[in-house]
């Protein structure tokens, strides 16, 4: 699901939390409408996948780009993988197949219900 994320140009596969159960996608994350929208698309074309819930807390697309030029502009710490470990699990089984997997219709997308933070029952 994230592979296919991260191949559709212009959406962040990162700005995406997802659950998978059973053929249903939950979709989480803050992104603008369009990306939630381009989001499910993809999520709903993957082979598999019999449903998409939408989970999103929408922000606008300015608040977006304020968003992403200050995660630009945070330090990020190096981390390299060691070149001289060994690599474990290269050398695919018989199990893996380079045929293409069968073409389905994309499943339906759906808005989760209305979320509401806290318990509702508590004092105000």
Not at 34 to 60: H, L
Request: glycine share 6%; aromatic share 4%.
């Amino acid at each position: 699901m994230k592979t296919a994320l991260i191949a559709e140009k212009d959406i962040s596969a990162n700005d995406f939390k997802v659950v998978a159960e059973r053929g249903s996608v939950y979709l989480m994350g803050l992104v603008t409408m369009d990306e939630g929208n381009r989001g499910a698309d993809v999520a709903s074309r993957v082979p598999g996948v019999t449903q998409v819930v939408k989970v999103f807390q929408y922000i606008q697309p300015q608040e977006a780009a304020a968003a992403n030029a200050a995660a630009a502009t945070a330090p990020v710490a190096a981390s390299q993988p060691d070149a001289a470990a060994a690599t474990v699990g290269t050398i695919p089984d018989s199990s893996v197949s380079a045929r293409p997997l069968e073409q389905q219709a994309p499943a339906p997308v759906t808005n989760s219900n209305a979320v509401h933070p806290g318990n509702p029952k508590a004092p105000q």
